[in-house]
């Protein structure tokens, strides 16, 4: 008796196309390469050429006529700049001060508005409205605002029996006056981050964790801020670099008065140019920049390892 081994079930099987041949073979369709061609033209265009023509720029003494090569004069007079170490100072205390209300309040709006409380689509445009609305504007308004004797703020505190102080006059409080400014105008958008970061969380982690009895606070501390961190590196990068490169809102109130107390480092360059110094104003662009790299990439760096080791 013999016997016969069973026939395999015949599979039918379809010839690879040449897209799914070429990836088996390792290799790629070159079509993609040419998308980035747009943003590289439009990047070169706004960004590449005006940065390398700015290193080229400062290195000489120009007008919108002609140039002259100077070598490292303007840097070397702009460090002898008188208001530079006061503007520098500023600066830092101004994105200081300035990022860390975004990140606390961002995050605080961003729960809030998350959680299960009325009006909550409206308060939530309410809260980004003055992102929205032109800086300088809100500079101007605010102005009129804190004005030591006929500002709305200072009338409504001498309505309770307090006396309030120069907001924008007293040298003490100038630079501050004009950073609460900022976090009102910029707040908007730290919390908007910290919406999409906070919505992003699975559900499934806020029920285990009242599933192990934690409570409110320890369901923040536990969940809401280890996952949210992405939002918060997010919100330190764009509101520090904002910060150190503040200009238009402090120079709509204070134009860096009274004296020099409120002076930032953009703030001089800008004086530096309305007195026709062109190559000087130019390295000073050209420092801030070098600055603002300086203090971004190592903290961005920082803060995406933090962002692995949770």
């Given at each position: 008796?013999?016997?016969?081994?069973?026939?395999?079930?015949?599979?039918?099987?379809?010839?690879?196309?040449?897209?799914?041949?070429?990836?088996?073979?390792?290799?790629?369709?070159?079509?993609?390469?040419?998308?980035?061609?747009?943003?590289?033209?439009?990047?070169?265009?706004?960004?590449?050429?005006?940065?390398?023509?700015?290193?080229?720029?400062?290195?000489?003494?120009?007008?919108?006529?002609?140039?002259?090569?100077?070598?490292?004069?303007?840097?070397?007079?702009?460090?002898?700049?008188?208001?530079?170490?006061?503007?520098?100072?500023?600066?830092?205390?101004?994105?200081?001060?300035t990022s860390g209300l975004k990140?606390?309040?961002?995050?605080?709006?961003?729960?809030?508005?998350?959680?299960?409380?009325?009006?909550?689509?409206?308060?939530?445009?309410?809260?980004?409205?003055?992102?929205?609305?032109?800086?300088?504007?809100?500079?101007?308004?605010?102005?009129?605002?804190?004005?030591?004797?006929?500002?709305?703020?200072?009338?409504?505190?001498?309505?309770?029996?307090?006396?309030?102080?120069?907001?924008?006059?007293?040298?003490?409080?100038?630079?501050?006056?004009?950073?609460?400014?900022?976090?009102?105008?910029?707040?908007?958008?730290?919390?908007?981050?910290?919406?999409?970061?906070?919505?992003?969380?699975?559900?499934?982690?806020?029920?285990?964790?009242?599933?192990?009895?934690?409570?409110?606070?320890?369901?923040?501390?536990?969940?809401?801020?280890?996952?949210?961190?992405?939002?918060?590196?997010?919100?330190?990068?764009?509101?520090?670099?904002?910060?150190?490169?503040?200009?238009?809102?402090?120079?709509?109130?204070?134009?860096?008065g009274p004296g020099f107390s409120?002076?930032?480092?953009?703030?001089?360059?800008?004086?530096?140019?309305?007195?026709?110094?062109?190559?000087?104003s130019t390295a000073g662009n050209?420092?801030?920049?070098?600055?603002?790299?300086?203090?971004?990439?190592?903290?961005?760096?920082?803060?995406?390892?933090?962002?692995?080791?949770?």
């Amino acid at each position: 008796m013999t016997t016969v081994a069973p026939t395999p079930p015949k599979t039918t099987e379809r010839a690879p196309t040449p897209v799914r041949a070429r990836r088996a073979h390792g290799t790629h369709s070159s079509y993609p390469t040419w998308f980035y061609l747009p943003a590289a033209v439009i990047y070169g265009a706004l960004f590449l050429i005006p940065t390398l023509a700015s290193f080229y720029f400062s290195l000489t003494r120009w007008t919108i006529f002609k140039s002259t090569f100077i070598g490292l004069d303007n840097y070397t007079a702009f460090f002898q700049e008188p208001a530079l170490v006061k503007g520098f100072v500023n600066t830092f205390l101004y994105a200081i001060v300035t990022s860390g209300l975004k990140v606390v309040l961002g995050l605080f709006l961003g729960i809030l508005l998350t959680s299960q409380i009325r009006a909550r689509g409206y308060l939530r445009s309410a809260v980004f409205f003055p992102v929205l609305v032109s800086t300088v504007g809100v500079g101007i308004t605010f102005t009129a605002f804190m004005d030591p004797s006929t500002g709305a703020i200072n009338k409504a505190l001498s309505a309770i029996g307090v006396d309030g102080p120069g907001w924008l006059t007293d040298p003490s409080l100038a630079l501050f006056s004009v950073a609460l400014v900022d976090v009102w105008k910029g707040v908007g958008l730290a919390t908007v981050i910290y919406i999409a970061g906070i919505v992003s969380i699975p559900d499934e982690y806020h029920e285990a964790a009242k599933l192990d009895g934690a409570n409110a606070w320890q369901l923040l501390r536990n969940v809401v801020l280890p996952l949210s961190w992405p939002a918060t590196s997010t919100v330190i990068i764009l509101s520090l670099i904002g910060g150190l490169r503040s200009f238009d809102l402090i120079w709509a109130m204070t134009r860096g008065g009274p004296g020099f107390s409120s002076d930032v480092v953009a703030s001089v360059i800008y004086k530096q140019y309305q007195a026709g110094f062109y190559g000087l104003s130019t390295a000073g662009n050209v420092i801030l920049f070098l600055v603002v790299t300086a203090v971004i990439v190592p903290l961005s760096r920082f803060l995406a390892r933090k962002e692995v080791q949770r």
